[in-house]
Structure formats: structure tokens, C-alpha cells
């Protein structure tokens, strides 16, 4: 007589997640067929693939480049906006704390070279508390210029130039003006100088025109030496530096080491720089 035993594996029936096999699992791969947890499914454009469909498509889909070998720096200019943030973060800073605290820790003048030679980089995210405009100016000039530049050099080269131009911009203070009496030194006018440089150099090396921006480079460095206040000395060096590390970018060699000797020659920029520094303050 036959009683209708059940199955010994019931579960035969029920579609099971292949990473999971303990987990029944319903919903279907839209490219694979085949079943996925909840832990394994991925959104896609249409309901749900899995994990290995996901990783196998990433492997298989090419990764774009900027021209001059940094990650495709696609959709919004976000180190533009972020070194932005920083300033009106900083500028509101130095209304907010009493006594002029981050004037005091942060500005840069020729008398801190050798003993706090941070400041050549600090004081390019301080500005002026008297004149509005100056932060205002600055901030516009960094992303009009950023929006141009960062989608060509990449992010991290568009950030290592704008740094590095700023650096520059207190070393060419430091050369062209006195020690004593002390001045000190607020802006990041040497590092947007830098953004001209090195959008002159990415011109050229495009074969694009660059009469506009010998123009604007010409007018901004007249008002330089017209305007009291304005640090001419920070904007030459600016603009030198930039040029320099722009190039180290733009005509390192195509390739697999094109990364490494766009990093050597950029790491090379910041010991001259430093080199620089030292000899003139072991000099004076």
C-alpha cells in the first residue's frame, strides 16, 4: 500500500542562490538567468543582476582616460568646488575666532621661510578680511579656470599643480621681497596665477590659441604693479610653477610609465622649490 511519502528533497524544486545555496531565491538575473539572494542583487537598468554578472561587466567595459593619463574627471570639477569650500571655510574662520588666531598661525611672510615653511602653502586658503572683493575675485578666477582644467589634467594633476603653484607664488615672494620690514602674505592669487600658466602650456601643447590668455596674463600682472597691496612677487611665481608642473604633465611620454614620470617630475618641481628656499634662507 502506498502512502504518499513525501520527498526526500523537497528543496529540489526551489531555485537557490548559487553564492548561497542555503537561501531560496525567487528573483531571476536580468543577464545570467540565474536565481540571486537578496545580498547578491544588484540594481540595474532594468530589475536586478548579480554580483558576478556586475563584476564580470565592470572587467569587460574599458576605462576612459584624460588626455594626459588621470582618471576621466567627468560631470562636476569637485576639487574646484572642494578647494573653494575650504577658502570661504577658512575665511569665515577668521572672522569667527577672536584676535586674528588664524592670521597669526596660517599667513605666510618671508621671516617664517625656514622655520615654518608650512605657511607658503597655509596662506593660500587665507584672504584678506579688509576687501571682500579679494576672496570673491579669487574664487570666481579658480572656477572658471577649474572647469576648464580639471576634466584635461584629472583631478589629482589639476589638485598637485594648483598646490604646487601655490607654493610657488610664496617662494617668488620670497626671492623679490625684502626680508625686513616683515610682510605678510594672504591669497590664492599665486596658485590661480599658477591655473594661468598651466592652461597656457595645455593650450599650446593642444595647438589651441593662446593670444586671449597672454592678454589676460599681461592686464592682471600691470594691475599687479599699479595696485598697492597686491603681491606681484606671489603671482610671477604662480604663474611660473604652474606653467612648469603643467608641463611635467602634458609632455611626459605616452605609456604605462607616463603616471610615474608625470609623478617624478611633479615630486621633482616641489624639491626644487624646496631647494630654493633653503639656499636662500641659509644665504640671507
Not at 157 to 171: D, M
Not at 174 to 199: N, W
Request: glycine share 10%; charged share 10%.
Amino acid at each position: 500500500m502506498s502512502y504518499g511519502i513525501p520527498s526526500a528533497e523537497p528543496s529540489a524544486a526551489i531555485p537557490v542562490c548559487p553564492r548561497h545555496p542555503d537561501r531560496p531565491s525567487y528573483v531571476r538575473c536580468q543577464r545570467c538567468g540565474r536565481p540571486a539572494c537578496p545580498e547578491c542583487q544588484r540594481a540595474a537598468a532594468v530589475g536586478f543582476q548579480c554580483i558576478d554578472c556586475v563584476n564580470e561587466q565592470k572587467r569587460s567595459t574599458p576605462t576612459y582616460r584624460a588626455p594626459y593619463g588621470g582618471a576621466l574627471a567627468a560631470g562636476r570639477p569637485l576639487v574646484t568646488y572642494l578647494i573653494i569650500a575650504l577658502c570661504v571655510v577658512v575665511y569665515i574662520l577668521q572672522w569667527a575666532l577672536p584676535g586674528d588666531l588664524v592670521f597669526q598661525d596660517f599667513a605666510y611672510a618671508n621671516i617664517f621661510a625656514g622655520s615654518e615653511p608650512w605657511r607658503m602653502l597655509t596662506s593660500a586658503f587665507l584672504h584678506s578680511q579688509g576687501f571682500l572683493l579679494h576672496i570673491v575675485l579669487n574664487m570666481y578666477s579658480l572656477w572658471i579656470f577649474g572647469q576648464v582644467l580639471e576634466p584635461l589634467l584629472g583631478r589629482l594633476r589639476f589638485l598637485a599643480v594648483y598646490l604646487l603653484a601655490a607654493v610657488g607664488g610664496s617662494v617668488g615672494f620670497l626671492l623679490l621681497t625684502p626680508t625686513v620690514p616683515p610682510v605678510g602674505l594672504v591669497g590664492a592669487s599665486g596658485a590661480i596665477f599658477g591655473l594661468f600658466g598651466a592652461l597656457l602650456v595645455v593650450q599650446r601643447q593642444r595647438g589651441g590659441q593662446t593670444r586671449q590668455l597672454w592678454i589676460l596674463i599681461v592686464l592682471n600682472g600691470v594691475i599687479g604693479f599699479l595696485v598697492p597691496g597686491i603681491a606681484w612677487q606671489a603671482h610671477l611665481g604662480g604663474l611660473i610653477t604652474g606653467a612648469i608642473a603643467a608641463a611635467a604633465i602634458t609632455y611626459a611620454p605616452r605609456g604605462k610609465s607616463q603616471a610615474l614620470i608625470q609623478a617624478a617630475s611633479l615630486v621633482l618641481v616641489l624639491g626644487v622649490l624646496a631647494a630654493i628656499t633653503w639656499f636662500h634662507v641659509s644665504a640671507s
